[in-house]
């Protein structure tokens, strides 16, 4: 009976236990925001993810009744700011907002960070397609033609990324898989780096992100030979996609996304996906991401969770496939 009863005793403890850490972090939504929120960007100032941040901020900040501050934090591929949120307490006032870059950077490096594990899925803000572009002097202008010209000049011609494991490394890396075609890769420091060096013909091709190098896509000093996507862009109507250059189910894109440290109560994350997912509806918001080509998402932190794993597993496929190393 002693037994019986001390068995009880604990039982009973562990459930009121249960029952004040439901009730604090019931209390704890409830309640929030009640002071500023901080959007960590671990990407650098003025670059597309940097600009979302700071858009759907500013309407964030209207919506919830508080200030939203964008912290850049950039460095170490996306792992400076995103440790930065791991780190934080998980109450709502720390966010990240990263790019797909993140998961191809912890695919390709052995470290004990996974943002499966480390950080809470709020929703995937916005996606984009990538588009293979060239110095407007390259004879090849389809999708075809390149691969050609690849073949014909047996792998010597250079493709650049932003760094080894960059997201734009591993995207071009899956262009020459699915094209069956072997190049050079040449790593630079950083997206206008490598785009400086394919205007000077230092490299041959890039796979990028079209809003990044609009001015010289206007202008005509790069052209973009196809762009990811199901269909044409209405913002490059005259670029077809891979599919059409011969690259059937080829669509290489990114998202940018937003993230809470793991252990965030799951009515915070709801109040903030509601939240965001109606600032990218904002009329002026919307005019200014659907101008610069990209789709907007807003999904569920449930259906982002499942295309960041899926996202992994691609990753390691590639960097496996194509032999990718750090070393």
Excluded: C
Excluded at 133 to 149: C, D, G, H, R, Y
Excluded at 234 to 243: A, E, G, H, K, L
Aim: overall charge neutral; glycine content about 10%; proline content about 6%.
């Amino acid at each position: 009976m002693p037994t019986l009863r001390v068995a009880s005793m604990l039982f009973t403890t562990i459930g009121l236990a249960a029952s004040t850490l439901a009730g604090a972090s019931m209390a704890l939504a409830q309640q929030y925001p009640g002071k500023p929120i901080t959007i960590v960007a671990n990407l650098a100032p003025g670059s597309t993810g940097d600009m979302i941040a700071r858009e759907v901020g500013a309407v964030l900040s209207t919506r919830l009744a508080q200030p939203v501050l964008i912290e850049n934090k950039a460095g170490a591929g996306g792992m400076l700011g995103a440790q930065d949120v791991v780190k934080a307490a998980p109450d709502g006032y720390r966010l990240l907002l990263t790019s797909s870059g993140l998961t191809a950077e912890q695919s390709l490096r052995s470290s004990d960070f996974d943002i499966r594990e480390k950080l809470a899925p709020i929703t995937d803000a916005v996606s984009i397609s990538l588009g293979l572009m060239v110095n407007s002097k390259m004879p090849a202008k389809t999708v075809q033609e390149f691969i050609a010209l690849a073949k014909e000049r047996d792998g010597s011609l250079r493709f650049g990324s932003a760094g080894v494991g960059s997201a734009i490394h591993l995207a071009a890396e899956s262009f020459l898989l699915a094209a069956g075609i072997k190049m050079v890769h040449v790593p630079y420091q950083g997206g206008t780096a490598v785009v400086t060096g394919l205007l000077q013909d230092e490299i041959q091709a890039i796979v990028f992100d079209p809003t990044a190098a609009a001015g010289m896509l206007q202008a005509g000093q790069l052209r973009m030979v196809a762009l990811g996507g199901n269909s044409r862009s209405p913002n490059y109507p005259d670029t077809p996609s891979f599919s059409e250059g011969g690259l059937p189910g080829f669509d290489p894109g990114a998202w940018y996304g937003f993230f809470a440290p793991k252990g965030t109560p799951a009515e915070i994350i709801q109040t903030l996906q509601n939240n965001i997912a109606e600032a990218l509806k904002d009329p002026a918001v919307f005019k200014k991401f659907s101008e610069k080509g990209f789709r907007i998402v807003g999904s569920s932190s449930d259906k982002f969770a499942v295309r960041i794993n899926e996202d992994v597993e691609h990753w390691k496929r590639v960097i496996e496939d194509a032999k990718v190393s750090v070393k």
